[in-house]
C-alpha cells in the first residue's frame, strides 16, 4: 500500500475544517468520457477514496465522511448495485489493514442492515476492528438518507419525550452522526449543485463547496484547494 501524499497544510490550523463530507459524484461521466463501462468508473472513484483519505489525515482533518451508496440508489440497474457493493468489499478487505495502522477510527452511517449479510458482517467486523483507534474518523455513508434519518430521529425521541422536551440538542443526539465533530465543509463534486439528501440538517452552517471535478480525478491537490477556499470564507452563523 502507497504511503499519503503530500499536502500542503494551510499556514493557519483553524483554517483546516474539523468535519469534512464529500458527495462523491461523477463516476458514471468519467466512464462515458473514456468510453468505458460505468463499472470503471466506479473502480476509478474507489481509487479516489484511497487518495483523499490519505489527504485528509495529511492536513489534519478529524472527520471525512463520504456518501457511498444513497438510499436512493437502489433504484439504479441492479447490475450496479451489485458492482457497488463488490468495490465495497474490495475496500473493506484492501484497506482495513492501514485503517488500524494509521489509527483511523471507521464508522458507518445510515441503515447498513439492508447490504447482503455477508457485506453487513463484513462492515461491522471493519468498525470493531478500528474501534478502539484514537486518530481521525473516516465514516461511510451506506443505504443513507437525512430525511430518513430526522424521520427516525423524530419517531424516537416522540417515544420518551414531551414535544416541549424536544429542541435542537435532543435532535442532534439521535443523528447518526451524533459521535462525530459538527459539519464544517461539504464538497460536491462533477459541477452539480444539490444535496441529494446528505446530512441536511447537519450542513444548516457549514460551508458548501461545488467544484466540476469528476470525482475519479478528485485527488490531494483538489482537497487542499477546497480547504483553503474554506479557510478564505468567514463563517458569521447569523451574526455580522
Known amino acids: 500500500m502507497s504511503t499519503a501524499p503530500l499536502v500542503a497544510v494551510p499556514a493557519a490550523a483553524a483554517a483546516v475544517p474539523r468535519h469534512v463530507a464529500i458527495i462523491m459524484d461523477g463516476n458514471g461521466r468519467w466512464a462515458k468520457q473514456r468510453h468505458l463501462p460505468r463499472f470503471a468508473g466506479h473502480k476509478a472513484g474507489v481509487d479516489a477514496v484511497r487518495r483523499v483519505t490519505r489527504a485528509a489525515r495529511a492536513l489534519?482533518?478529524?472527520a471525512l465522511t463520504l456518501y457511498a451508496f444513497s438510499s436512493e440508489n437502489w433504484r439504479r440497474p441492479?447490475?450496479?448495485v451489485a458492482d457497488l457493493m463488490g468495490l465495497l468489499?474490495?475496500?473493506?478487505?484492501?484497506?482495513?489493514?492501514?485503517?488500524?495502522?494509521?489509527?483511523?477510527?471507521?464508522?458507518?452511517?445510515?441503515?447498513?442492515?439492508?447490504?447482503?449479510p455477508d457485506l453487513v458482517a463484513m462492515v461491522d467486523a471493519?468498525?470493531?476492528?478500528?474501534?478502539?483507534n484514537t486518530g481521525p474518523i473516516l465514516a461511510i455513508a451506506l443505504n443513507y438518507g437525512a430525511q430518513a434519518e430526522l424521520a427516525a430521529a423524530a419517531r424516537r425521541l416522540a417515544e420518551r419525550l414531551a414535544p416541549h422536551e424536544i429542541d435542537e440538542a435532543a435532535i442532534e443526539a439521535e443523528l447518526d452522526t451524533r459521535d462525530l465533530p459538527p459539519l464544517d465543509l461539504l464538497i460536491r463534486t462533477s459541477g452539480?449543485?444539490?444535496?441529494?439528501?446528505f446530512l441536511l440538517w447537519q450542513a444548516a452552517y457549514a460551508e458548501l463547496l461545488f467544484v466540476d471535478t469528476l470525482w475519479p480525478d478528485f485527488d490531494a491537490e483538489a482537497l487542499g484547494a477546497a480547504v483553503a477556499a474554506f479557510g478564505r470564507r468567514q463563517r458569521r452563523y447569523g451574526g455580522l
Request: glycine letters at 6%; aromatic letters at 2%.
Open 192 to 197: 452539480e449543485h444539490r444535496l441529494s439528501n
Open 60 to 62: 489534519g482533518i478529524e
Open 126 to 132: 471493519a468498525v470493531a476492528r478500528t474501534a478502539a
Open 78 to 80: 441492479e447490475e450496479e
Open 89 to 116: 468489499r474490495i475496500f473493506i478487505r484492501g484497506d482495513i489493514d492501514e485503517l488500524v495502522r494509521e489509527n483511523v477510527r471507521l464508522r458507518v452511517i445510515g441503515d447498513h442492515s439492508r447490504l447482503a
